[in-house]
């Protein structure tokens, strides 16, 4: 899809400046455009053609899906152990934003998200510190593994959706059976896992 020169050096600049988002008014004296109603209309637009992918409630958080120039987009990643508002973990800020290829998962890469696993509850399918691809969705089918918050607690499990029960892998750790008055809420489903352990 041809993006306006605007469109492309505005991508550029948000890619460049991915770890200090610029505000709207230092992306108008970057692209030298007259107000910035210009650079909302420009954003808008590489939204429009999947280029760009923006959180509502926070301006300063953005993905970008495709670069035309690198190919790669860029995923937010979030602490399993920060939980945002209301106990949701993708409403928190990121703490970081990966690039990654689109062609390295087989979903749409606007419903990526990353968490780096911690502890030892996973192994040995997922270790510590492995960086784990996950399909953000609010439902799984049974027996996958999920990304989800009980009660403000942010954490990866196999999910059984009959019987509310969340296990770990690993057979020293009991599973947790979600109560009927917990706050539980699968955040995405696992789709790949980067290894950080040889």
């Known amino acids: 899809m041809e993006l306006h020169k605007k469109q492309r050096e505005?991508?550029?600049?948000?890619?460049?400046?991915?770890d200090a988002p610029l505000t709207i008014r230092e992306l108008q004296e970057e692209l030298d455009l007259s107000s910035p109603s210009l650079v909302v209309h420009h954003i808008k637009q590489l939204e429009k053609k999947k280029f760009?992918?923006?959180n509502p409630s926070n301006p300063k958080d953005y993905?970008?899906?495709?670069?035309?120039d690198n190919l790669v987009g860029?995923?937010?990643m979030y602490g399993l152990a920060r939980c945002g508002k209301d106990g949701t973990l993708l409403s928190g800020d990121p703490i970081d934003k990966m690039p990654l290829s689109p062609k390295m998962i087989h979903f749409n890469i606007a419903d990526a998200f990353i968490v780096k696993a911690i502890g030892s509850s996973m192994q040995p399918k997922i270790h510590e510190g492995d960086l784990v691809i996950a399909k953000a969705q609010n439902t799984a089918d049974d027996a996958d593994i999920v990304?989800?918050?009980?009660?403000g607690k942010a954490m990866i499990k196999k999910f059984f959706v009959k019987e509310k029960?969340?296990?770990?892998l690993n057979s020293d750790v009991s599973p947790i059976t979600v109560a009927p008055?917990?706050?539980f809420k699968i955040e995405g489903v696992v789709k790949s896992i980067i290894c950080s352990h040889s």
């Open 10 to 18: 505005l991508l550029k600049l948000l890619s460049d400046n991915v």
């Open 52 to 54: 760009l992918k923006r």
């Open 63 to 68: 993905q970008i899906l495709n670069d035309p």
């Open 74 to 76: 860029y995923v937010n």
């Open 147 to 151: 990304v989800c918050t009980l009660d």
């Open 165 to 168: 029960i969340l296990v770990s």
């Open 181 to 183: 008055d917990a706050i």
